[in-house]
Every structure is written in C-alpha cells, then in structure tokens.
C-alpha cells in the first residue's frame, strides 16, 4: 500500500473537514442537488470520451496501480536476476523450477526458462504483455484525467444553474439561500474532487508508469539474456546501464 497517497488524500479531505467544523456545521456543506451535478455530471462527461466497457477497467487499474505499494527497485531485480543467472549457470534451466521470484513478470520468465521456450517466443510474449499492462495504466491516466478535467467544468455549471434559481426567485426569500448553496458548493465539490484526488492521482500514475517501464523492460533483457546462457558477471554488467549514475557507480565498486 502506498501510504503517502493513502496519507495525502486522507489529510486533505480531514483538514477541509476541520476546518468546517471550526465555523460551522457540516450539514451546512452537503447539498444533493450540488453533489447530482459535479458528480453525477464528471461521470457522464467522462463516459462521452471513452467506451463504456474501458472505464470501469481503467478506474479499477487506476486506483490498484496508484495505491499500490512500491514494488522491487532495479537494483534489486538486477541482484536477483544475477542469482537466477547463477543457478542456471550451476544447474540448468531446470534448476529454475522451484526458485521463489519476488516479481510476478520475472517469475513468468523464469517459468518460460524452465520449460524450455524459444528465445524468440519469450521476447516476443514478454514484451507483448508488457505493452498491454503499459497500455491498460495509460488508460487509467487518462479516464482520471478525463474526470479531474470534468469536475470543475460542472462545478461551473452547478454554479451558473444556481446564479440562475436564485436570480428567477429574487422574490422568494426563502428560496435563495438553496439556490445559493447550490451555486457555491458544486465549485467547491468540483475543486476537491479535482485537486485531491484525480490530478494528484494522475502525477502518482506518470511517475509508476516510468517506473513500470523501466522495470518491465529490465526483466525482459535480463530473462533473455539467462535464456541465452550469458555468464551472471556479464548479465548484471548489461543490466546495470538502467540504474541512475550514482547508484550504478556504487553497484560497481561493490563487485
């Protein structure tokens, strides 16, 4: 679980929470009509731009990536890479067979290993299935963007659709003030459901999608190159050009 997400999006609403409370009661900021139309409205924009099949999908995917916790660094994969090198250099790739692999695309690999596939076969479907969980986050990003984009937009509109009532009531005292909250909380609604949760979640996306890349792209050089029967000194030498300088340097005055 990735606690800073968790953490930020919690705290955010809380101190919005707290603050209410300070000046008033929290009745005061619930309206349905205003909830109807931000919410409602964002989710219906946000179906015009996409297939309805997809959306439900790209949120779960979303969502799953995004408070997903950190998974194994490059330095890692490379270190455990480099012991799978070692056994298969030891005792085959059968000696893969009942090896525990902490990344569940490396443990596809080493399986692809150990039964013995075609180079051509495990290049071709690793990288087929990296570009399709690649293209399922993208997607992600996208619906939430999409929705981060639509909130305000209605929240505008909630406003606007409030000015209105309230205007076309002007001699109904007691109609002005609904009319009001309905002008004043659909901007508010709009701006935390945009500024909270889906554009912070939108950078948490483009962030673990390098991240993903990197890493997938890694696993398939460093699973073709065990198929290959390269030494582990020379596969671990390839692999570290992903690392960043600094951590490259220090995994080569460590060997």
């Known amino acids: 679980m990735d606690l800073a997400t968790i953490v930020g999006i919690v705290?955010?609403?809380?101190?919005?929470?707290?603050?209410?409370?300070?000046?008033?009661?929290?009745?005061?900021?619930?309206?349905?009509?205003?909830?109807?139309?931000?919410?409602?409205?964002?989710?219906?924009?946000?179906?015009?731009?996409?297939?309805?099949?997809?959306?439900?999908?790209?949120?779960?995917?979303?969502f799953k990536v995004a408070l997903a916790g950190k998974g194994p660094s490059p330095r890692d994969l490379i270190n455990e890479i480099t012991h799978l090198g070692e056994i298969v250099r030891k005792s085959g790739p059968l000696g893969l067979e009942n090896v525990d692999v902490s990344d569940p695309t490396l443990a596809k690999g080493v399986q692809y290993i150990a039964d013995g596939y075609e180079l051509d076969f495990i290049r071709e479907s690793m990288e087929r299935e990296r570009d399709l969980q690649l293209s399922r986050l993208s997607e992600g990003k996208r619906v939430m963007k999409a929705l981060?984009?639509?909130?305000?937009?209605?929240?505008?509109?909630?406003?606007?659709?409030?000015?209105?009532?309230?205007?076309a009531n002007m001699d109904d005292p007691s109609a002005i003030g609904p009319s009001m909250a309905v002008a004043l909380l659909t901007t508010l609604y709009g701006a935390l459901i945009s500024n909270v949760i889906c554009l912070p979640l939108v950078d948490k996306l483009d962030a673990k999608f390098d991240v993903e890349e990197i890493n997938q792209t890694l696993i398939i050089d460093g699973v073709l190159q065990i198929r290959e029967s390269k030494s582990p000194a020379l596969i671990k030498e390839m692999l570290i050009a992903y690392l960043p300088e600094k951590v490259r340097a220090t995994m080569q005055e460590a060997a």
């Open 148 to 167: 981060g984009d639509s909130a305000p937009a209605f929240g505008m509109i909630g406003t606007l659709v409030g000015l209105v009532q309230m205007l």
């Open 11 to 62: 705290g955010a609403f809380g101190i919005v929470v707290v603050a209410i409370f300070m000046g008033g009661s929290f009745g005061q900021f619930v309206d349905i009509p205003s909830i109807l139309i931000v919410f409602g409205g964002g989710i219906m924009a946000t179906l015009i731009r996409f297939q309805l099949s997809d959306v439900g999908s790209a949120f779960g995917t979303g």
